[in-house]
C-alpha cells in the first residue's frame, strides 16, 4: 500500500477547517525533508507486515460480500415466516458494517475483522442467533463457528473462507434497513435495549473519528506506526490496562488536529511529544461532548463520582459518550508515560539523522528491566477449557495488578501483555498451559536492614475472584488451576529460556533442562490451585498440589515427611537462584488423619523493623482501597532491594481473622539467598467462608491456599 506523498501539499493549502476542541498548534506545511522521512518510515514499516497485499485486501471485500448476501437473504426469510406484506420483504434491506482497524484502514495481515449487522425491528437476537447461526453452519466456507450470547457484547465468531470475523448484532427501530444509513445518526439510538446501543457503538466511534480528522492516510499511516510501536514495547491491550485499538487511534487522531497539515514522519514526533506532556487525568477529546437527551449514561465527572477517578481518559466522539481506557492503573499509566518520553528522545534523533526508523520499532527486553517478577500460570486439561480458562484469567489480571499497586512496599506493577507457554507440572499428562510475566519494582527500603513482604493477599483476592466467577458462570470444570510465584530476573531464563538473554553463560546452557526438572516448582509460591473434585482423585493429583483442602468441616492432606522432604530439598539446593542445578522433589497428599508440621529452618526469627499489613483471609473488594498506598517511585527500580530469601511459602488455608502475614523468615544475615518453607504447626479446619467462592458446585472443590512471603534487604 504506498503513501499518497503527491496530493497531500495540494490538500492541505485548502482554506483550513478547525478539528477538535481546540485550534491547531501548527499549521506549517510539509517540507521536502519531511516528505523523505514519511518514505523512509513508509520503508521501515513494510518488514513488520502492517501493510496487506492487494490481494489479500480484495478477498476480504469479497468475503465481506458474501457476509452482506447472506444478512439480506436472512432477514427476507425472517420476514416471510413473520407474513409482513410483500411490499416490504422487497426492500426490508440489513447490512453488514465492519470497525475497528479494518473500517479505519489501518488493518495488518491475517488481522480479525469486526463487523455488525444490522437488521430491521421486526428481527430479534434470538433470531441472530438461532436462525442466522444455523445459516452460517451450513457454509462450506465458514468454520470455527461460535456463539456467545452472555457476552457483555454478544457476538458471533467464526472463520470465514480462512479470515477470522466477530460479528455484533444491533436491531434498529427501523421497517427497513437502507443501503444508504449511516450510522452516526444519533436518532437511531431511540427506544433501542442497551445491547444494541453497545453494538453499535464500535461503528459510530469508528466513523466519527474518520470524520474528526484532517487528512485520513496521514492518519492511517501515523496510526500503523504507533500501533507497531505499542505492540512492540508491550503497551497495547486495552484489557491488561494499557491502551486498545480504538485509544491509540484517538490519541493519532487528536495529534492529527492539533497539526492538521503535518505528513506522518512530523505527526509521529508530535504524537510523542504532546502526550509525554500531558497533564493527565485531564482528558482528550476529539469533539465537543454533546447531550442527544436519550438519558444514556455518559462519562461525565461532574455527575458521576466514579469518573472522576480515571488516571488517563480519552473519551469516545460518538455518543454516549465513554472513557475507552478505564483499565489504566497507576502502574500502566507510568510505565505508558515512560515509554513517550523514550519515543520522544528517539523521534528528536530520527529527525535530525542522527537514527534510523527502525530504532523506533526496536523491542525492548522485558526480562531484563526488573529485578523482580510474579510469574501467573493457568492450565487447564483440554484445549477448549484451556482457551476459555486463558480468556477468563487474562481479562482479571489488571485485578491484581491493582492488588499489588495498594501494597504499601510495591513502587510498580508491570504486566507484559504478552503470554507464554508454561512448563508441565507432569509430562506424562495431558496438559495446556499460558504463563503471564509481571514486572515489579518494591519501595526502597529506608532506615532497616530487613523487611518482611506479604502478597498473600494480593494474590488470593485475585484467585478467588477469578475462581469466584467461572463457578458462578458455570465455566469452571476440575483441574483449571491458577498458579502463581515470584521469580528474580536471574532465574527467568529457566520459565523462558528462548527469550530470556543470560549475561552469564551457564544459565543459557541449562535452561531447557530445567524446565523439566526444575525446583522452581509452581506450588511454592502458588496462591490458589483447584484439584480434580474427589478426595480419591486428590491423593493422585499431580506434584503441584502438596496439601489439599476440601471446604467444608474436612482436615487438610499433609505428610510431614513430604514437608520435611520439601524442606531440605531446599535447603540441600540452596534456592534456584545459586546457579546449581535444583533438585525436584515430588510430593502426594496423604489421607486426612495424618496431620504434622515441620520448619524448613532452625533459626529464630529476628525483631522485624515494620511487618507487612496484617491480613485475614479474603476480605470484601470494597475494603482492599482502605490498605495504605505510597507515592510511586519509578527511579527506584535501580535502588530495588534484594531477596534475602526467595519465597516463604505456607500451605495451610487459614480460618477467617488469621493473621496471613506472620513471618517465618531466619536470621537474614547472610549475603546468599535462601528458600525458607514453612508448614502449620497445627491442622485447622477450614472454616465455611475460607474459599471466598459463593455457589460452589454440589461436589466440593479442593482449595489449595498458598503464600508468597518475601524478606527484602537494603
Given at each position: 500500500?504506498?503513501?499518497?506523498?503527491?496530493?497531500?501539499?495540494?490538500?492541505?493549502?485548502?482554506?483550513?477547517?478547525?478539528?477538535?476542541?481546540?485550534?491547531?498548534?501548527?499549521?506549517?506545511?510539509?517540507?521536502?525533508?519531511?516528505?523523505?522521512?514519511?518514505?523512509?518510515?513508509?520503508?521501515?514499516?513494510?518488514?513488520?507486515?502492517?501493510?496487506?497485499?492487494?490481494?489479500?485486501?480484495?478477498?476480504?471485500?469479497?468475503?465481506?460480500?458474501?457476509?452482506?448476501?447472506?444478512?439480506?437473504?436472512?432477514?427476507?426469510?425472517?420476514?416471510?415466516?413473520?407474513?409482513?406484506?410483500?411490499?416490504?420483504?422487497?426492500?426490508?434491506?440489513?447490512?453488514?458494517?465492519?470497525?475497528?482497524?479494518?473500517?479505519?484502514?489501518?488493518?495488518?495481515?491475517?488481522?480479525?475483522?469486526?463487523?455488525?449487522?444490522?437488521?430491521?425491528?421486526?428481527?430479534?437476537?434470538?433470531?441472530?442467533?438461532?436462525?442466522?447461526?444455523?445459516?452460517?453452519?451450513?457454509?462450506?466456507?465458514?468454520?470455527?463457528?461460535?456463539?456467545?450470547?452472555?457476552?457483555?457484547?454478544?457476538?458471533?465468531?467464526?472463520?470465514?473462507?480462512?479470515?477470522?470475523?466477530?460479528?455484533?448484532?444491533?436491531?434498529?427501530?427501523?421497517?427497513?434497513?437502507?443501503?444508504?444509513?449511516?450510522?452516526?445518526?444519533?436518532?437511531?439510538?431511540?427506544?433501542?435495549?442497551?445491547?444494541?446501543?453497545?453494538?453499535?457503538?464500535g461503528c459510530r466511534v469508528t466513523d466519527e473519528i474518520l470524520h474528526l480528522v484532517p487528512n485520513i492516510e496521514n492518519f492511517r499511516l501515523t496510526l500503523r506506526a504507533i500501533k507497531l510501536w505499542a505492540k512492540r514495547h508491550n503497551i497495547y491491550s486495552n484489557i491488561l490496562g494499557f491502551l486498545g485499538g480504538v485509544s491509540w487511534a484517538m490519541l493519532v487522531a487528536r495529534t492529527c488536529q492539533l497539526y492538521?497539515?503535518?505528513?506522518?514522519?512530523?505527526?509521529?514526533?508530535?504524537?510523542?511529544?504532546?502526550?509525554?506532556?500531558?497533564?493527565?487525568?485531564?482528558?482528550?477529546?476529539?469533539?465537543?461532548?454533546?447531550?442527544?437527551?436519550?438519558?444514556?449514561?455518559?462519562?461525565?465527572?461532574?455527575?458521576?463520582?466514579?469518573?472522576?477517578?480515571?488516571?488517563?481518559?480519552?473519551?469516545?466522539?460518538?455518543?454516549?459518550?465513554?472513557?475507552?481506557?478505564?483499565?489504566?492503573?497507576?502502574?500502566?499509566?507510568?510505565?505508558?508515560?515512560?515509554?513517550?518520553?523514550?519515543?520522544?528522545?528517539?523521534?528528536?534523533?530520527?529527525?535530525?539523522?542522527?537514527?534510523?526508523?527502525?530504532?523506533?520499532?526496536?523491542?525492548?527486553?522485558?526480562?531484563?528491566?526488573?529485578?523482580?517478577?510474579?510469574?501467573?500460570?493457568?492450565?487447564?486439561?483440554?484445549?477448549?477449557?484451556?482457551?476459555?480458562?486463558?480468556?477468563?484469567?487474562?481479562?482479571?489480571?489488571?485485578?491484581?495488578?491493582?492488588?499489588?499497586?495498594?501494597?504499601?512496599?510495591?513502587?510498580?506493577?508491570?504486566?507484559?501483555?504478552?503470554?507464554?507457554?508454561?512448563?508441565?507440572?507432569?509430562?506424562?499428562?495431558?496438559?495446556?498451559?499460558?504463563?503471564?510475566?509481571?514486572?515489579?519494582?518494591?519501595?526502597?527500603?529506608?532506615?532497616?536492614?530487613?523487611?518482611?513482604?506479604?502478597?498473600?493477599?494480593?494474590?488470593?483476592?485475585?484467585?478467588?475472584?477469578?475462581?469466584?466467577?467461572?463457578?458462578?458462570?458455570?465455566?469452571?470444570?476440575?483441574?483449571?488451576?491458577?498458579?502463581?510465584?515470584?521469580?528474580?530476573?536471574?532465574?527467568?531464563?529457566?520459565?523462558?529460556?528462548?527469550?530470556?538473554?543470560?549475561?552469564?553463560?551457564?544459565?543459557?546452557?541449562?535452561?531447557?533442562?530445567?524446565?523439566?526438572?526444575?525446583?522452581?516448582?509452581?506450588?511454592?509460591?502458588?496462591?490458589?490451585?483447584?484439584?480434580?473434585?474427589?478426595?480419591?482423585?486428590?491423593?493422585?493429583?499431580?506434584?503441584?498440589?502438596?496439601?489439599?483442602?476440601?471446604?467444608?468441616?474436612?482436615?487438610?492432606?499433609?505428610?510431614?515427611?513430604?514437608?520435611?522432604?520439601?524442606?531440605?530439598?531446599?535447603?540441600?539446593?540452596?534456592?534456584?537462584?545459586?546457579?546449581?542445578?535444583?533438585?525436584?522433589?515430588?510430593?502426594?497428599?496423604?489421607?486426612?488423619?495424618?496431620?504434622?508440621?515441620?520448619?524448613?529452618?532452625?533459626?529464630?526469627?529476628?525483631?522485624?523493623?515494620?511487618?507487612?499489613?496484617?491480613?485475614?483471609?479474603?476480605?470484601?473488594?470494597?475494603?482492599?482501597?482502605?490498605?495504605?498506598?505510597?507515592?510511586?517511585?519509578?527511579?527506584?527500580?535501580?535502588?530495588?532491594?534484594?531477596?534475602?530469601?526467595?519465597?516463604?511459602?505456607?500451605?495451610?488455608?487459614?480460618?477467617?481473622?488469621?493473621?496471613?502475614?506472620?513471618?517465618?523468615?531466619?536470621?537474614?544475615?547472610?549475603?546468599?539467598?535462601?528458600?525458607?518453607?514453612?508448614?502449620?504447626?497445627?491442622?485447622?479446619?477450614?472454616?465455611?467462608?475460607?474459599?471466598?467462592?459463593?455457589?460452589?458446585?454440589?461436589?466440593?472443590?479442593?482449595?489449595?491456599?498458598?503464600?508468597?512471603?518475601?524478606?527484602?534487604?537494603?
Open positions: 500500500m504506498p503513501f499518497p506523498i503527491a496530493n497531500q501539499v495540494q490538500t492541505s493549502q485548502q482554506s483550513p477547517k478547525h478539528y477538535g476542541i481546540t485550534s491547531p498548534i501548527s499549521l506549517a506545511l510539509p517540507k521536502e525533508v519531511d516528505l523523505a522521512l514519511t518514505r523512509k518510515l513508509t520503508e521501515a514499516l513494510k518488514p513488520y507486515g502492517v501493510f496487506e497485499e492487494e490481494l489479500e485486501l480484495q478477498r476480504r471485500i469479497l468475503v465481506l460480500g458474501k457476509l452482506n448476501m447472506l444478512v439480506k437473504e436472512w432477514i427476507r426469510d425472517i420476514s416471510e415466516t413473520k407474513n409482513l406484506p410483500m411490499s416490504i420483504i422487497e426492500n426490508v434491506g440489513g447490512k453488514i458494517f465492519t470497525f475497528g482497524s479494518y473500517r479505519l484502514g489501518v488493518h495488518t495481515k491475517g488481522a480479525d475483522i469486526d463487523a455488525l449487522c444490522v437488521a430491521p425491528r421486526h428481527v430479534e437476537r434470538a433470531d441472530f442467533f438461532s436462525s442466522f447461526y444455523e445459516k452460517l453452519k451450513e457454509q462450506e466456507e465458514v468454520k470455527d463457528l461460535r456463539a456467545v450470547e452472555e457476552a457483555f457484547v454478544p457476538v458471533i465468531k467464526l472463520s470465514f473462507d480462512g479470515i477470522e470475523i466477530d460479528i455484533l448484532f444491533a436491531r434498529l427501530a427501523l421497517q427497513t434497513i437502507p443501503e444508504d444509513l449511516d450510522l452516526r445518526d444519533d436518532s437511531l439510538l431511540k427506544n433501542l435495549d442497551i445491547r444494541c446501543i453497545r453494538s453499535l457503538n492538521p497539515n503535518a505528513v506522518a514522519s512530523t505527526l509521529v514526533h508530535k504524537f510523542f511529544l504532546v502526550f509525554s506532556k500531558w497533564e493527565w487525568p485531564n482528558p482528550v477529546l476529539l469533539k465537543q461532548p454533546e447531550d442527544c437527551n436519550l438519558n444514556l449514561p455518559v462519562w461525565d465527572p461532574r455527575v458521576t463520582p466514579s469518573d472522576r477517578y480515571h488516571l488517563m481518559p480519552i473519551i469516545t466522539p460518538a455518543y454516549p459518550q465513554q472513557n475507552s481506557t478505564y483499565n489504566v492503573s497507576v502502574s500502566t499509566r507510568a510505565v505508558m508515560i515512560d515509554e513517550f518520553k523514550q519515543g520522544l528522545a528517539i523521534t528528536d534523533e530520527i529527525l535530525q539523522n542522527k537514527a534510523e526508523w527502525s530504532k523506533l520499532f526496536e523491542a525492548p527486553n522485558f526480562f531484563q528491566k526488573y529485578k523482580h517478577y510474579i510469574v501467573l500460570l493457568a492450565s487447564a486439561p483440554t484445549e477448549k477449557q484451556h482457551l476459555e480458562w486463558v480468556g477468563l484469567v487474562e481479562s482479571k489480571i489488571r485485578i491484581l495488578v491493582g492488588n499489588l499497586e495498594k501494597n504499601e512496599f510495591i513502587t510498580l506493577a508491570h504486566v507484559n501483555p504478552q503470554s507464554f507457554p508454561g512448563p508441565k507440572e507432569d509430562v506424562e499428562k495431558q496438559e495446556f498451559n499460558t504463563m503471564w510475566v509481571i514486572g515489579i519494582v518494591f519501595k526502597k527500603v529506608e532506615g532497616s536492614e530487613n523487611l518482611n513482604v506479604d502478597l498473600t493477599y494480593d494474590i488470593q483476592s485475585f484467585t478467588d475472584t477469578v475462581y469466584r466467577q467461572a463457578i458462578s458462570s458455570k465455566m469452571f470444570e476440575a483441574d483449571m488451576k491458577i498458579t502463581a510465584m515470584h521469580v528474580k530476573r536471574k532465574q527467568l531464563h529457566q520459565l523462558l529460556p528462548n527469550l530470556v538473554i543470560q549475561k552469564r553463560r551457564k544459565h543459557s546452557t541449562e535452561g531447557v533442562r530445567l524446565l523439566n526438572e526444575t525446583n522452581l516448582d509452581l506450588s511454592l509460591d502458588s496462591d490458589n490451585s483447584m484439584s480434580i473434585p474427589s478426595p480419591t482423585a486428590v491423593l493422585k493429583s499431580c506434584p503441584l498440589n502438596h496439601a489439599s483442602n476440601l471446604p467444608g468441616p474436612v482436615p487438610s492432606l499433609t505428610s510431614p515427611s513430604d514437608s520435611q522432604a520439601k524442606a531440605d530439598a531446599a535447603d540441600s539446593s540452596g534456592g534456584v537462584s545459586n546457579g546449581q542445578k535444583p533438585s525436584s522433589a515430588a510430593t502426594q497428599p496423604t489421607p486426612p488423619h495424618t496431620a504434622a508440621s515441620t520448619r524448613a529452618t532452625n533459626r529464630t526469627p529476628p525483631p522485624t523493623p515494620k511487618p507487612a499489613l496484617k491480613r485475614s483471609g479474603s476480605p470484601p473488594l470494597e475494603d482492599r482501597g482502605k490498605r495504605p498506598r505510597l507515592e510511586e517511585d519509578p527511579a527506584a527500580d535501580a535502588d530495588s532491594p534484594a531477596l534475602d530469601s526467595e519465597a516463604a511459602s505456607s500451605v495451610e488455608p487459614t480460618q477467617s481473622g488469621e493473621d496471613m502475614s506472620q513471618s517465618q523468615e531466619g536470621e537474614g544475615k547472610e549475603p546468599e539467598e535462601k528458600v525458607t518453607s514453612s508448614v502449620p504447626v497445627t491442622q485447622k479446619v477450614l472454616s465455611a467462608d475460607l474459599s471466598d467462592v459463593p455457589l460452589l458446585p454440589p461436589n466440593p472443590i479442593p482449595v489449595v491456599k498458598n503464600s508468597i512471603k518475601l524478606r527484602l534487604s537494603r
